[in-house]
């Protein structure tokens, strides 16, 4: 996530893409990071390899072509592009713009995995991907989907962050796929999948974030938050497995 979301922040940031205004940056964003959400879902769905290697190439290659592009400097927005600026600094009735967009990614997210068709083809195949396939699901072209919409997430993130630090930079997103496994999985959803939901996943992002604000309130380095978060995880992790033990007839 991260990775592709600093990738998608420097291509939208050259100077080639600036000259043709805040729009065409916000597209190029959008466009990137669903291309790379594309090159997952057809290595994983049709070139049948395991996720967590296709996803953790893309990683590397991702931060390695932004630190390329970028020549490892970071890249100013522009004063013609101040668009792009003016979402971190916008409010409406004392909320930031910024706000706004991520309530309104959530609310299409949930509209689109609790009230359409498709929503429903995701929880099945997570949940079992051959039982999916014998009920007529194209599971393939389902599952590439899924990593398309996954990268179109990270393309808007790269435009919120440009827009919060009005730069473009290979080091955006550092360790932020840390951050989205912890959130998920505090808020529920099952690593074995089938099981999830947006409400519980914007739950745990902001449980996970208010435990990274008293550790940095409190003092703690980074490298203490890093070894801390990762206790985190473990541990949801082994308390999803209890309970699902506990359920299990």
């Not at 072509?65 to 600026?85: E, F, G, H, Y």
């Not at 902001?206 to 409190?218: E, G, R, S, V």
């Not at 985190?232 to 506990?246: D, T």
Request: aromatic residues 6%; contains cysteine.
């Amino acid at each position: 996530m991260g990775a592709v979301m600093a990738l998608a922040s420097v291509w939208a940031t050259t100077l080639a893409t600036q000259s043709y205004g805040p729009v065409v940056m916000a597209i190029c964003a959008i466009l990137v990071g669903t291309g790379a959400g594309l090159v997952n879902g057809w290595l994983i769905a049709y070139g049948r390899l395991v996720p967590f290697i296709a996803t953790l190439a893309m990683l590397v290659a991702a931060r390695g072509l932004a630190q390329r592009m970028s020549d490892r400097k970071t890249q100013l927005i522009q004063a013609d592009n101040t668009a792009i600026v003016d979402l971190s600094t916008t409010r409406l009735l004392g909320i930031p713009l910024l706000v706004y967009i991520f309530a309104l990614v959530v609310v299409l997210g949930w509209i689109l995995l609790n009230r359409t068709t498709f929503g429903r083809r995701t929880y099945a195949v997570g949940g079992n991907p051959e039982a999916a396939r014998l009920a007529g699901i194209d599971v393939r072209r389902h599952t590439m989907l899924l990593y398309a919409l996954s990268g179109l997430c990270c393309g808007v993130a790269a435009i919120l962050i440009m827009a919060r630090t009005t730069t473009g930079s290979s080091t955006h997103g550092d360790l932020y796929e840390l951050d989205a496994i912890a959130a998920v999985i505090i808020g529920g959803t099952l690593l074995t999948g089938g099981r999830g939901t947006i409400i519980g996943s914007i739950l745990g992002l902001l449980i996970f974030t208010l435990i990274t604000n008293l550790f940095i309130l409190n003092g703690l380095n980074t490298s203490d938050q890093l070894i801390a978060k990762g206790l985190i995880i473990v541990v949801a992790v082994l308390l999803q497995r209890r309970n699902l033990k506990e359920r299990a007839p």
